[in-house]
Protein backbone atom coordinates (compact mmCIF):
# COMPACT_ATOMS: atom_id res chain seq x y z
CA UNK A 1 0.00 0.00 0.00
CA UNK A 2 1.19 3.69 -0.70
CA UNK A 3 0.48 6.41 1.32
CA UNK A 4 1.18 9.93 1.93
CA UNK A 5 2.05 12.10 4.99
CA UNK A 6 1.39 15.85 5.34
CA UNK A 7 3.66 17.05 8.12
CA UNK A 8 1.90 20.40 8.65
CA UNK A 9 -1.93 21.03 8.95
CA UNK A 10 -1.68 24.63 9.10
CA UNK A 11 1.02 26.89 7.98
CA UNK A 12 1.10 30.54 7.97
CA UNK A 13 3.36 33.18 5.74
CA UNK A 14 3.38 36.83 5.00
CA UNK A 15 2.73 37.91 1.66
CA UNK A 16 5.79 37.73 -0.59
CA UNK A 17 8.20 35.64 1.48
CA UNK A 18 8.31 31.64 0.67
CA UNK A 19 5.77 29.07 0.78
CA UNK A 20 7.11 25.34 2.21
CA UNK A 21 4.69 22.78 1.91
CA UNK A 22 5.92 19.47 3.19
CA UNK A 23 4.82 15.96 2.07
CA UNK A 24 6.53 12.69 2.68
CA UNK A 25 5.31 9.29 0.41
CA UNK A 26 5.75 6.06 0.90
CA UNK A 27 5.67 3.40 -1.67
CA UNK A 28 7.07 -0.03 -2.41
CA UNK A 29 7.38 1.19 -6.49
CA UNK A 30 8.02 4.35 -8.04
CA UNK A 31 5.30 6.27 -7.23
CA UNK A 32 3.32 9.11 -9.07
CA UNK A 33 2.73 12.06 -7.04
CA UNK A 34 0.51 15.15 -7.25
CA UNK A 35 -0.27 18.17 -5.36
CA UNK A 36 -3.90 19.88 -5.65
CA UNK A 37 -5.33 22.86 -4.16
CA UNK A 38 -8.65 23.64 -3.26
CA UNK A 39 -10.22 27.13 -2.37
CA UNK A 40 -13.20 27.32 0.00
CA UNK A 41 -16.38 25.44 -1.11
CA UNK A 42 -14.49 24.43 -4.36
CA UNK A 43 -13.27 21.54 -6.25
CA UNK A 44 -9.60 20.27 -6.65
CA UNK A 45 -7.36 22.32 -9.00
CA UNK A 46 -4.15 20.29 -10.06
CA UNK A 47 -1.07 22.15 -9.30
CA UNK A 48 1.56 20.38 -10.68
CA UNK A 49 2.32 16.15 -10.81
CA UNK A 50 5.32 14.28 -11.22
CA UNK A 51 5.69 10.66 -12.70
CA UNK A 52 8.93 9.65 -13.03
CA UNK A 53 10.58 12.07 -15.54
CA UNK A 54 12.39 15.47 -13.89
CA UNK A 55 12.65 15.39 -10.26
CA UNK A 56 12.00 19.25 -10.64
CA UNK A 57 8.41 19.45 -11.32
CA UNK A 58 7.40 23.21 -12.06
CA UNK A 59 3.45 23.60 -11.84
CA UNK A 60 1.12 26.29 -12.18
CA UNK A 61 0.94 29.65 -10.82
CA UNK A 62 4.39 29.58 -9.66
CA UNK A 63 4.68 26.61 -7.96
CA UNK A 64 6.95 23.82 -7.87
CA UNK A 65 8.03 20.74 -6.36
CA UNK A 66 10.54 18.43 -6.27
CA UNK A 67 11.01 14.41 -5.99
CA UNK A 68 13.28 12.92 -3.48
CA UNK A 69 13.66 9.33 -3.56
CA UNK A 70 16.35 9.38 -0.96
CA UNK A 71 14.02 10.85 1.30
CA UNK A 72 10.96 10.02 0.12
CA UNK A 73 9.56 13.53 0.13
CA UNK A 74 7.74 15.62 -2.47
CA UNK A 75 7.56 19.23 -0.98
CA UNK A 76 5.80 22.21 -2.31
CA UNK A 77 7.46 25.78 -3.05
CA UNK A 78 6.57 28.71 -4.10
CA UNK A 79 9.44 31.82 -4.25
CA UNK A 80 6.68 34.26 -3.13
CA UNK A 81 3.39 34.14 -0.93
CA UNK A 82 -0.13 35.86 -2.65
CA UNK A 83 -2.81 36.35 -1.32
CA UNK A 84 -4.51 34.18 -3.39
CA UNK A 85 -2.64 31.56 -2.21
CA UNK A 86 -4.65 31.28 0.90
CA UNK A 87 -5.99 27.55 0.29
CA UNK A 88 -5.80 23.77 1.60
CA UNK A 89 -3.54 21.99 -0.02
CA UNK A 90 -3.29 18.05 -0.79
CA UNK A 91 -0.58 16.23 -1.76
CA UNK A 92 -2.15 12.92 -3.45
CA UNK A 93 0.05 9.80 -4.60
CA UNK A 94 -1.58 7.05 -7.26
CA UNK A 95 -2.10 3.84 -5.56
CA UNK A 96 0.19 1.07 -6.99
CA UNK A 97 -1.96 -1.68 -8.85
CA UNK A 98 -5.27 0.30 -8.82
CA UNK A 99 -5.28 1.80 -11.95
CA UNK A 100 -6.13 6.04 -10.98
CA UNK A 101 -7.13 5.76 -7.31
CA UNK A 102 -5.83 8.19 -5.73
CA UNK A 103 -4.51 8.21 -1.88
CA UNK A 104 -4.86 11.76 -0.25
CA UNK A 105 -2.48 13.82 2.46
CA UNK A 106 -4.67 15.06 5.31
CA UNK A 107 -4.08 18.77 3.56
CA UNK A 108 -2.36 21.74 4.87
CA UNK A 109 -4.34 25.06 5.15
CA UNK A 110 -2.41 27.86 4.23
CA UNK A 111 -2.95 31.38 4.96
CA UNK A 112 -1.19 34.07 3.75
CA UNK A 113 -1.17 37.53 5.96
CA UNK A 114 -0.28 41.21 4.91
CA UNK B 1 -6.89 20.45 -18.53
CA UNK B 2 -10.47 18.50 -18.76
CA UNK B 3 -13.52 20.87 -17.57
CA UNK B 4 -16.49 18.92 -15.12
CA UNK B 5 -19.28 20.51 -13.93
CA UNK B 6 -21.59 19.41 -11.17
CA UNK B 7 -25.23 19.78 -10.67
CA UNK B 8 -25.93 20.89 -8.14
CA UNK B 9 -23.88 23.04 -6.55
CA UNK B 10 -25.66 23.07 -3.23
CA UNK B 11 -28.99 20.94 -2.28
CA UNK B 12 -31.14 21.31 1.49
CA UNK B 13 -33.35 18.58 1.24
CA UNK B 14 -35.68 17.22 4.25
CA UNK B 15 -34.56 13.47 5.68
CA UNK B 16 -35.63 10.41 4.22
CA UNK B 17 -35.69 12.23 0.51
CA UNK B 18 -33.80 11.20 -2.35
CA UNK B 19 -31.29 13.69 -3.77
CA UNK B 20 -29.23 13.65 -7.37
CA UNK B 21 -26.00 14.73 -7.93
CA UNK B 22 -24.88 14.99 -11.65
CA UNK B 23 -21.32 14.88 -12.72
CA UNK B 24 -20.18 16.34 -16.43
CA UNK B 25 -17.64 16.08 -18.18
CA UNK B 26 -17.53 18.44 -20.86
CA UNK B 27 -14.96 18.45 -23.11
CA UNK B 28 -13.90 14.51 -22.83
CA UNK B 29 -15.45 10.98 -23.04
CA UNK B 30 -14.48 9.64 -20.06
CA UNK B 31 -15.22 6.08 -19.36
CA UNK B 32 -14.34 6.09 -15.98
CA UNK B 33 -15.33 8.90 -13.03
CA UNK B 34 -15.17 8.81 -9.73
CA UNK B 35 -16.77 10.16 -6.88
CA UNK B 36 -15.68 11.42 -3.26
CA UNK B 37 -16.74 12.80 -0.42
CA UNK B 38 -15.48 15.06 1.95
CA UNK B 39 -16.33 16.28 5.69
CA UNK B 40 -15.45 19.50 7.19
CA UNK B 41 -12.06 19.99 7.66
CA UNK B 42 -10.73 16.69 6.30
CA UNK B 43 -9.35 14.39 3.22
CA UNK B 44 -11.14 13.36 0.24
CA UNK B 45 -12.70 9.96 0.63
CA UNK B 46 -13.19 7.96 -2.61
CA UNK B 47 -16.62 6.13 -2.41
CA UNK B 48 -16.72 4.67 -5.88
CA UNK B 49 -15.29 4.44 -9.39
CA UNK B 50 -18.33 4.69 -11.56
CA UNK B 51 -17.56 2.74 -15.19
CA UNK B 52 -19.66 3.59 -18.17
CA UNK B 53 -22.23 1.13 -19.35
CA UNK B 54 -21.62 -1.35 -16.14
CA UNK B 55 -22.02 -1.50 -12.29
CA UNK B 56 -20.16 1.23 -10.30
CA UNK B 57 -16.81 -0.38 -8.05
CA UNK B 58 -17.96 0.89 -4.04
CA UNK B 59 -15.09 1.05 -1.72
CA UNK B 60 -15.05 -0.59 1.13
CA UNK B 61 -17.81 0.80 3.86
CA UNK B 62 -19.98 2.35 0.90
CA UNK B 63 -23.15 1.07 0.98
CA UNK B 64 -24.17 0.73 -2.84
CA UNK B 65 -28.07 0.76 -2.39
CA UNK B 66 -27.78 4.14 -0.06
CA UNK B 67 -25.18 5.73 -2.94
CA UNK B 68 -26.74 4.73 -6.35
CA UNK B 69 -24.23 5.61 -9.45
CA UNK B 70 -25.36 5.71 -12.95
CA UNK B 71 -22.99 6.05 -15.80
CA UNK B 72 -25.47 6.02 -18.96
CA UNK B 73 -23.37 8.30 -21.23
CA UNK B 74 -19.32 8.58 -21.74
CA UNK B 75 -19.95 12.41 -20.44
CA UNK B 76 -22.72 11.91 -17.42
CA UNK B 77 -22.13 10.13 -14.21
CA UNK B 78 -25.09 10.67 -11.96
CA UNK B 79 -24.96 9.90 -7.56
CA UNK B 80 -28.28 9.30 -6.32
CA UNK B 81 -28.53 9.35 -2.62
CA UNK B 82 -31.24 7.93 -1.43
CA UNK B 83 -33.30 7.82 1.81
CA UNK B 84 -30.95 10.39 2.84
CA UNK B 85 -30.37 11.36 6.54
CA UNK B 86 -28.45 14.24 8.22
CA UNK B 87 -25.29 12.39 8.72
CA UNK B 88 -25.42 12.39 4.88
CA UNK B 89 -24.55 15.74 4.80
CA UNK B 90 -21.53 16.34 2.93
CA UNK B 91 -19.29 17.44 0.35
CA UNK B 92 -19.62 15.47 -2.92
CA UNK B 93 -16.68 15.77 -5.64
CA UNK B 94 -16.38 14.04 -8.64
CA UNK B 95 -13.37 13.33 -11.04
CA UNK B 96 -12.50 12.21 -14.71
CA UNK B 97 -9.50 10.50 -15.30
CA UNK B 98 -8.79 11.84 -18.27
CA UNK B 99 -4.94 11.45 -18.38
CA UNK B 100 -3.09 8.74 -17.27
CA UNK B 101 -2.80 8.65 -13.56
CA UNK B 102 -4.40 12.27 -13.78
CA UNK B 103 -7.64 13.13 -12.12
CA UNK B 104 -9.67 16.69 -13.53
CA UNK B 105 -11.95 17.34 -10.25
CA UNK B 106 -15.80 18.99 -10.45
CA UNK B 107 -16.53 21.78 -8.20
CA UNK B 108 -18.22 20.21 -5.56
CA UNK B 109 -21.94 19.71 -4.26
CA UNK B 110 -22.59 20.59 -1.11
CA UNK B 111 -25.46 18.69 0.32
CA UNK B 112 -27.09 19.57 3.52
CA UNK B 113 -30.09 17.11 4.94
CA UNK B 114 -32.66 18.59 7.84
Known amino acids: AQSVTQLDSHVSVSEGTPVLLRCNYSSSYSPSLFWYVQHPNKGLQLLLKYTSAATLVKGINGFEAEFKKSETSFHLTKPSAHMSDAAEYFC????????????FGTGTRLQVTL | GAVVSQHPSWVICKSGTSVKIECRSLDFQATTMFWYRQFPKQSLMLMATSNEGSKATYEQGVEKDKFLINHASLTLSTLTVTSAHPEDSSFYICSVDREVETQYFGPGTRLLVL
Open chain 1, 92 to 103: VVINTGTASKLT
